[in-house]
């Protein structure tokens, strides 16, 4: 059985001998190995079953430490020092350290520095950064907590780091910085509203070809089925036809608590599942803030497959 621990510097040391371990960040748990690592970044891929053409996040101690990895322009620059650490992911243009199994062969490169303190010990325990995309299967529901990372990969990962539940509990912003203008791929905790106001930079929506998982239309899903309603009772009546034809089904709603909304959904859409309910029907929040990350993830719950 895989060991769960709350010691930094028994993980570092983990990640330091070629270990895969469950790391929490303030956004989702993630899975990680050292950049440096080719063994132990292939065994993330297979445990994950992800795609070796989704590039992988790479999670730093700082700002000079990215430096070594990944161009940072003028506006990756000014983004960092306004968010970092934090839930916001920067595409730049890769250096020649990094390599093509981490960036997919793209000339380009994810970086973030976690807040997290715990996480920020471990990583300040290495020479070089880890790559961390989430601890779940490929396509499935983001870990929060390491019991979810447990269940998730059971005997497939060295350690788990326990760091409590995360604090946010939704996968971070993603920016790219390479483009003309700043383009959101992914939206999360920070909206680009907000980044604008705060930095002054413009943010357009995303053009060109799918760059990152969070471009993709089936995605973050439990075994249930997913249902998005806008209103409570719209909730309650599709519930109430469910039941009429013997199906079992569970209303997800929190009212007017973003901030309650994402850290609970994965949880709650997990909690689904154990219970074998077939259908979670989802009250969807306002598209402001946070919100807008949240009814990002539940649509792609939502989406058929493929
Ligand atoms: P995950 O770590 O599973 O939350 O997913 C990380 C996201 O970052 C995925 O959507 C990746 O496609 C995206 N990403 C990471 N590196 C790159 C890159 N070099 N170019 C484009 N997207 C990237
Ligand atoms: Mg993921």
Redo the contacts with the bound molecule.
């Keep these: 059985m895989t060991q769960i621990t709350n010691d930094p510097k028994l993980t570092a040391k983990v990640l330091n001998t070629g270990g895969v371990v469950g790391l929490p960040t303030e956004t989702v748990y993630g899975l990680a190995a050292r950049v440096d690592n080719a063994v132990a970044i292939s065994r993330v891929y297979a445990i994950k079953e992800r795609p070796v053409h989704?590039?992988?996040?790479v999670h730093a101690y700082d700002i000079g430490q990215c430096c070594d990895w990944g161009f940072m322009s003028d506006a990756a620059q000014t983004l960092a020092n306004t968010y970092w650490p934090g839930p916001l992911?920067l595409?730049v243009k890769r250096t020649n350290r990094i390599s093509d199994q981490i960036?997919?062969g793209?000339d380009?490169?994810?970086l973030r520095v976690p807040n997290h303190p715990i996480a920020l010990e471990v990583l300040q325990g290495l020479s070089v950064p880890v790559v961390a995309?989430?601890a779940n299967k490929f396509g499935r529901v983001s870990p929060t907590t390491a019991h979810h990372v447990l269940t998730d990969l059971a005997d497939e990962v060295d350690l788990i780091l326990d760091g409590g539940a995360c604090v946010i509990g939704l996968?971070s912003t993603?920016l790219d910085c390479t483009t003309r203008e700043v383009q959101v791929?992914?939206p999360g905790f920070l909206a680009a509203a907000d980044i604008t106001l705060a930095t002054g930079i413009a943010i357009t929506p995303p053009s060109g070809p799918s760059?990152?998982?969070?471009m993709l239309e089936h995605h973050y899903a439990p075994l249930c089925r997913v249902e998005l309603f806008e209103t409570r009772d719209q909730a309650f009546e599709a519930l109430s036809l469910l039941k009429l034809k013997g199906t079992t089904g569970e209303i997800l709603d929190y009212g007017t608590d973003l901030a309650a909304y994402a850290h609970d959904i994965y949880d709650d859409l997990r909690q689904c599942d154990i219970k074998k309910i077939k259908v979670a029907l989802c009250v969807l929040p306002p598209p402001i803030g946070i919100g807008v990350a949240i009814r990002d993830r539940l649509g792609k719950a939502a989406s058929s497959e493929g």
């Design positions: 989704h590039p992988l996040i992911t595409l960036t997919g793209r380009t490169v994810a995309p989430s996968e993603i791929l992914r760059r990152a998982a969070g």
